[in-house]
């Protein structure tokens, strides 16, 4: 038999760890944040470049402001352009004057670009155009002067230039946004890396760590005393382990405990069977004195056989499935009382409530043992009060289920076997008592499809409820897990 299959240990940055998918998302989104900056800056680039050469245009204009007649010199004139970087500048001033700097245009003009009109779409428009063209346009490019010097500059140039200083432009700024998009990228990644990724993969190896041995004390995980999220996980992680370590140590102590029962039971109740017969012949004894313990010592055995049986049972794998059939509940209570000793005790009064001829489908022999629990439970707690009291069972039916409450007048359970009730070897407060009755009692109602309650305890008196489905007899209930 092979035992469990252990989860892949994966590398820092193995096709389908963590830590990879966090770096590539990282990176990821890094990129997406800088691609949507991206065209706006080359937009805004595009149209600083164009502004310069109207600027640089403007410049150049204002040198004929001192010559006779705006005439230069060709030389001075070609001058004036190239450092302008256009090939024509035309100036209006005053609805009349037109200054113009003017030099062979080698084509059409293909695009015009007034800047007065530029807006955010159609500048990542013009920049894309231009960046996608080969750079052989001539273009015209309009605005306004600065410093109020006119009503509109307008100069021709050829885009040659421009388009190879926004190229340049463009793609130091891409090299420049991969790098700061890579470089937040691996900054993101080694500080959620350092703060979930390493704490999750601690939490991982502590668990396959656990599994392969959780009877080892040194595989508990031990919290890093971190006071968020994480934290909250690593102390219930080491609280689970803790619990499940404690578990299976008792599970071995009682599944040691039971295979010692198991060997020691046949001999323990054959020896106890020989005492309770020889206990018998004390009864008819001439001393006075031995006849009046006889019964005492018969209880004794009784309850030490009981015992036995009890503890070996509860160890067995479980139940049988409930074989359901008709039970004169009536009948079956009269039955439990007597064998619970509640008909010869004289400090218990006892009381049948359940009307005559009330049949109710159930297991006989397994509600025989629920029943017998329950009231022999009573008995006892009446007799060690030393109080008389009342013991009393009662039945209703309603469209669906029987309810049986078994009521005493006893002083009640103790509040600290309360949380352990039902639990096995919790619920009880007798020193010889083995706390199974009532674990064996819910087991066998669960497995009728039912439920057993503790209704009420006080100092006045404890009702147990036992809630039973009324179905037909050949019905099958399948008993809970």
């Known amino acids: 038999m092979t035992g469990p299959r252990q989860p892949h240990r994966r590398g820092l940055l193995s096709g389908r760890s963590l830590s990879r998918r966090l770096l590539l998302a990282t990176i990821a989104f890094a990129l997406a944040l800088q691609f949507a900056v991206y065209a706006p800056v080359v937009a805004n680039e595009h149209q600083a470049l164009l502004r310069s050469r109207i600027q640089a245009a403007q410049t150049a204009v204002l040198a004929l402001e001192e010559t006779e007649g705006n005439q230069v010199s060709p030389r001075l004139r070609q001058e004036l352009l190239a450092n302008a970087g256009v090939k024509t500048v035309a100036l209006k001033r005053d609805e009349a004057r037109l200054l113009i700097l003017a030099d062979p245009v080698p084509g059409p003009v293909s695009k015009v670009y007034d800047l007065r009109l530029a807006n955010w779409f159609t500048s990542i428009g013009d920049a894309a155009e231009a960046l996608w063209g080969d750079g052989t346009r001539i273009i015209r490019i309009v605005d306004t002067p600065r410093l109020g010097g006119g009503q509109f500059i307008e100069a021709i140039a050829e885009e040659r230039p421009i388009r190879d200083a926004l190229a340049a432009f463009a793609t130091q700024t891409l090299l420049i946004g991969i790098a700061i998009a890579l470089a937040i990228g691996l900054l993101v990644f080694a500080v959620l890396n350092f703060a979930l990724v390493?704490?999750?993969?601690?939490?991982?190896?502590?668990?396959?760590?656990?599994?392969?041995?959780?009877?080892?004390?040194?595989?508990?995980?031990?919290?890093?005393?971190r006071g968020d999220e994480i934290g909250d996980a690593e102390n219930a992680l080491a609280?689970?382990?803790?619990?499940?370590?404690?578990?299976?140590?008792?599970?071995?102590?009682?599944?040691?405990?039971?295979?010692?029962?198991?060997?020691?039971?046949?001999?323990?109740?054959?020896?106890?069977?020989?005492?309770?017969?020889?206990?018998?012949?004390?009864e008819q004894s001439r001393d006075p004195q031995v006849r009046r313990m006889a019964p005492r010592l018969l209880r004794t055995l009784d309850r030490a056989i009981a015992l036995a049986t009890d503890t070996l049972t509860y160890g067995k794998a479980g139940e049988r499935a409930?074989?359901?059939?008709?039970?004169?509940?009536?009948?079956?209570?009269?039955?439990?009382?007597?064998?619970?000793?509640?008909?010869?005790?004289?400090?218990?009064?006892?009381?049948?409530?359940?009307?005559?001829?009330?049949?109710?489908?159930?297991?006989?022999?397994?509600?025989?043992?629920?029943?017998?629990?329950?009231?022999?439970?009573?008995?006892?707690?009446?007799?060690?009060?030393?109080?008389?009291?009342?013991?009393?069972?009662?039945?209703?039916?309603?469209?669906?289920?029987?309810?049986?409450?078994?009521?005493?007048?006893?002083?009640?359970?103790?509040?600290?076997?309360?949380?352990?009730?039902?639990?096995?070897?919790?619920?009880?407060?007798?020193?010889?008592?083995?706390?199974?009755?009532?674990?064996?009692?819910?087991?066998?109602?669960?497995?009728?499809?039912?439920?057993?309650?503790?209704?009420?305890t006080s100092g006045d008196g404890t009702i147990f409820r036992l809630t039973l489905p009324d179905t037909p007899a050949d019905q099958t209930v399948t008993r809970a897990a």
Do not use: C
């Open 239 to 282: 609280s689970m382990q803790s619990q499940l370590r404690a578990a299976f140590s008792q599970r071995a102590h009682l599944a040691a405990m039971g295979a010692a029962v198991a060997k020691i039971n046949h001999d323990l109740r054959n020896m106890l069977g020989g005492a309770h017969i020889a206990s018998e012949r004390l």
């Open 198 to 225: 390493r704490p999750i993969q601690r939490l991982i190896r502590s668990m396959t760590d656990f599994q392969d041995a959780p009877e080892d004390p040194t595989r508990v995980f031990v919290p890093s005393g």
């Open 322 to 456: 409930p074989v359901k059939e008709p039970v004169d509940l009536h009948a079956l209570v009269q039955e439990v009382a007597a064998a619970a000793g509640a008909l010869d005790r004289s400090r218990v009064a006892f009381e049948n409530k359940v009307p005559i001829g009330h049949f109710v489908q159930a297991d006989g022999e397994q509600l025989y043992r629920i029943l017998l629990n329950l009231s022999r439970n009573a008995v006892q707690a009446i007799e060690a009060s030393g109080a008389p009291a009342m013991v009393s069972v009662s039945a209703t039916r309603d469209a669906t289920h029987w309810v049986i409450e078994i009521a005493d007048e006893g002083p009640g359970i103790p509040d600290a076997i309360l949380p352990h009730l039902f639990e096995p070897f919790g619920g009880t407060s007798r020193v010889a008592g083995t706390g199974l009755g009532l674990a064996i009692a819910r087991e066998l109602a669960r497995g009728h499809g039912g439920e057993l309650i503790l209704l009420r």
